[in-house]
């Protein structure tokens, strides 16, 4: 899917209009265009399945013992995103992903560049990580997966209940971290 500036542009002059605004005043002749430019880049990550984020960042690196419940911790990795909801800003977003490698290592940065580009699509919290947990899983051949992000929402933030403190978390857990106790509580360990 290919995002449609064109249609894009379309719309945030009606959306002028309908607020009220004359879309070809001075400070607003450029809005459609300028929004339609940051559409594609915020919203890049609805470009792809979660299978081709995979493939895009599956780079590994063999792992010579891997008879071993070791654990790679990449935490508090800075995304945002925006909710399917309101189209309201995810902010303040840091992800942890953890997962037991099988056979081999993912490198570093691409777990990073995984939670960014799926975060750059309209989500909810959960099923980013849902998302992230997926995809770490395809390219790193790991089912054994755990994801947890912490992020404040302007839909309750900056509008309704207008909350400004509230963080929400959400966890998910995958293979070994959904049924080992111990595993968990080593994760939560190193979250904190």
Known sequence: ??????????????????????????GL?????????????????MNYTNREIADMFCKTFELPDSENDD?????????FSH?????????????????IPDGKVLGLSKIARIADMAAKRLQ??????????????IASGSQ????????????MTARGI????????????????KTDTALQNRLFLQIK
């Open 1 to 26: 899917m290919a995002i449609d500036k064109n249609a894009i542009m379309e719309h945030i002059r009606g959306i002028l209009i309908a607020l009220g605004d004359d879309p070809e005043r001075e």
């Open 29 to 45: 002749k450029e809005t459609p265009e300028r929004v339609a430019n940051m559409y594609e880049e915020i919203f890049e990550g």
């Open 71 to 79: 654990m790679v911790i990449v935490k508090d990795i800075e995304v």
């Open 83 to 99: 909710c399917e909801h309101h189209l309201a800003l995810m902010y303040d977003m840091k992800v942890t992903v953890a997962y």
């Open 124 to 137: 909810l919290q959960e099923k980013l990580g849902a998302d992230i947990a997926e995809i770490i899983s």
């Open 144 to 155: 054994d997966v755990a994801v947890y992000i912490e992020g404040k929402h302007s839909c």
């Open 162 to 177: 207008k909350n400004g403190s509230s963080y929400t978390r959400s966890t998910t857990l995958r293979g070994k971290f």
